[in-house]
């Protein structure tokens, strides 16, 4: 929705191809960063969410937005009124994210304002968020209703743009931020459901989410049941299904007692038992790997 794009590191016509090198495959790609596990859901289960980051003063002390998503999967976008916007969800990946999103942003502070990022190659080895922020200044995540953040309030009176946004707006799946607990996220997908990013090794919260589930404690409210879990930048995000109709404001009491319980279960360092074991091979078997 930016009056112009800029194709990153494009090179003349007629230059031979210099064979590109690759980033590195990393596990944990947000490792460091703080809200390492916020991150990650922006990236994988939160549909509309902005944070506001710093970049240190090597690489010109800028205030950014890292969002979820942008129009057409674009890395970036430096609006009018000269926010810049970078996207966690894009539709190209190395094998480091935080690098994927580090060259995003420091292109994207180079565009004029009223331009778009749109990645034509994929960026080679380079600074990592974990080199070009803050990493001292604030971090927190404002969980949104629409996709509004895209554009200042003069782009939005266009009926075209106007009509997009609504249309982007209406695909939003209802999402909101836990209070109390790190990175727990109440959605509505027709049924309730609480995803939760652990910050801890995630082979350890399997083994804990599977002493709970062998000893049918692993409800994190009444009503409520252990589904799955996702696995995603070196993170494992359980799932539970909620007692039809639970609102996120509900969640707050209960979900920071079971908290307790669960890290409790995760630092537990003896082997599983057999039923512990089943119960860990069961969620194993259904765990969803996301990129």
Known sequence: MGKKSRKRQSRPEGTPKVKRQEVAFVERPFEGLPGETDLVAMREVVPAATVTVRTTAEYGDREVQLVTLLPDLLPALHREDGTVLVALQTGMHTGDASRDVAAALLDAIELEPGSALTAAELPEPGPRLQDVLDLEAPFEVTVHDSFDFWLTDEAKQDGDVAAALEQANGNIV???????????????????????????????????????????????????????????????????????????????????????????????????????????????SRQVTLR
């Not at 939760?196 to 002493?211: F, I, K, S, Y």
């Not at 539970?240 to 908290?259: Q, R, Y």
């Open 174 to 284: 209802p999402t909101v931020k836990v209070d109390g607990v790190e990175s727990a996220y109440w959605c509505r997908m027709g049924r309730e459901f609480l995803r939760w990013a652990r910050p801890e090794d995630q082979e350890l919260v399997l083994d804990g989410v599977a002493r709970l589930h062998a000893a049918r404690e692993s409800a994190v409210d009444d009503g409520a049941k252990f589904v799955g879990a996702f696995r995603s930048s070196g993170i494992l995000i359980p799932v539970w299904e909620l007692a039809p109709g639970t609102e996120a404001e509900e969640l707050t009491a209960p979900v920071k007692a079971f908290e307790k319980k669960l890290a409790a279960a995760i630092a537990r360092t003896e082997p599983l038992s057999p039923e512990e074991r089943r119960a860990r091979a069961g969620i194993v």
